[in-house]
């Protein structure tokens, strides 16, 4: 009864209600791709996630709007009461692609999409459950990866985590390059699951335990964070001034 009443409340926004998104940073090597359908980052795609797409595009909470990204189910660039329909459809399983954005736990997603898997960890670590005002953006170098024979990834990593506060154009607040260990499991539907994330304790140990988690040469790799750190911070920029000129637009 409560899906069919949000129905009705659907299509009666449907004619007129839209909401224009902010660019994303998907396509952007190492950026922080939205989970399409999840908006509250629930780590599941549900009935609530089509409520707040709803409200977006008929113009509240316009506060949260970083989270509009996830809410534009079609990709067209607006959140309208069709997203918040596409939505509701994905939480039962009525639309295509429900599995691969919908998880328990921290990311799921298909082969295809490690990148996206990693980023959606990344998010997961790094973004603070309350807005602090701030831009947030994460990228991340490749250094190895390894499959086991029970079909396990691990991907090893550097990542940069950066935030921004914005004076006519983001300007750096803090920035930390840290590497990072992500091991996922990949089951029968080439669906991967987050098992276990792995990072050194900062400190004096921090170069010991980077060589007991990662393999020898990405180790070294690892131990040289200034050969990555102009690519990874300008990703980060990158992604900063993509969402500011995506607001402009709005």
């Not at 997203?83 to 298909?110: H, N």
């Amino acid at each position: 009864m409560a899906c069919k009443r949000l129905f009705a409340v659907l299509a009666a926004f449907a004619a007129s209600a839209a909401l224009l998104c902010p660019a994303g940073a998907a396509d952007l090597p190492g950026a922080l791709p939205p989970v399409r359908g999840d908006v509250d980052r629930s780590g599941k795609v549900d009935a609530a996630d089509a409520r707040q797409a709803l409200r977006f595009s008929v113009g509240l909470d316009t506060e949260l709007l970083p989270l509009c990204l996830s809410a534009d189910y079609d990709g067209d660039g607006r959140v309208t009461a069709t997203d918040a329909r596409l939505i509701l459809r994905c939480s039962v399983g009525l639309e295509e692609g429900a599995d691969r954005y919908s998880f328990p736990g921290a990311c799921s997603c298909t082969d295809a999409d490690l990148d996206a898997a990693i980023a959606s960890v990344l998010h997961r670590q790094y973004r603070s459950q309350a807005p602090d005002g701030l831009i947030h953006a994460e990228s991340f170098a490749l250094l190895a990866e390894e499959t086991d024979q029970t079909n396990e990834k691990t991907v090893y990593l550097l990542v940069c985590h950066m935030t921004f506060c914005v004076s006519g154009s983001p300007e750096e607040v803090t920035c930390s390059i840290v590497p990072a260990a992500i091991t996922f499991s990949l089951d029968e539907n080439e669906t991967y699951s987050l098992k276990a994330y792995r990072a050194p304790a900062p400190g004096r140990t921090c170069a010991n335990d980077i060589r007991a988690i990662f393999p020898a040469a990405a180790a070294d790799r690892a131990l040289h964070p200034e050969l990555y750190a102009e690519t990874l911070k300008k990703d980060c920029l990158d992604q900063a001034n993509r969402y500011l000129e995506g607001l402009a637009k709005t």
